[in-house]
């Protein structure tokens, strides 16, 4: 009788060379953060063009290349998908509003920051999930939870800097938490509301650029010293 020969032999066989060993069971870490951030981008890509109704599992599963066990596995139904692909947004826009030398002198800092703020705020990708969560938030109110979280951290991010430019000198007669409260309006929640609703000012460089000298000399004139 002849005996049969295991996939490691028939491989040695056409390549001359030992195979490695084919891992079997639960994923890596990084093979479990790679499925992860995939599922992530495809949802998100899918939110943003075909909408949260439109959008399901099984089309998320089939363009990431994975079964829909391994995607539900993760995230339950779309509502958990949407709430996490809104989760990695936020998380994004505030990785960005930290970077910075904490050396810089405040009031430069300071407008940097805003400059962050309101290149979030008019990025279209923001905007359209933005639009989706303001779409579902009246049955999903949990993803209120992470834009409102943001909002208070990056606020106190604001007045935490607002203060060191009072010690400098600069607007010290202003209240830093109202200021920085002003200045989360200005550079982030009214832009990305009216550019959702499709502000055409937002639409292009030149409209933002101008829109932000505009907000940035109302708020330096806000505290006067």
Known sequence: MRKRRGKHARGMEKTGKALPPRHVGRPRREEREQIETRILEVARRSFLTRGFNDTTINSVAAEAALTRRSVMHRYPGKEALLLAVVHRQIAAANVLAVQGPDEAEP??????????????????????????????????????????????????????????????????????????????????????????????????????????ERMWTIFTHMARP
Do not use: K, W
């Not at 060191?164 to 989360?184: E, K, L, P, V």
């Open 107 to 212: 009031v430069d800092m300071l407008r940097r920051l805003c400059r962050v703020l309101l290149a979030s705020a008019t990025d279209p990708v923001q905007t359209g999930i933005f639009r989706i969560c303001m779409a579902e938030i009246g049955r999903l109110p949990a993803l209120s939870e992470p834009i409102l979280q943001l909002n208070n951290q990056l606020a106190a991010q604001i007045e935490a800097v607002v203060i060191r430019a009072q010690a400098h000198g600069r607007f010290r007669n202003g209240d830093a938490a109202a200021m920085a409260t002003s200045a989360i309006g200005m550079m982030l929640s009214n832009p990305i509301v009216r550019g959702a609703m499709g502000d055409e000012q937002f639409s292009g460089e030149s409209g933002v650029d101008a829109y932000f």
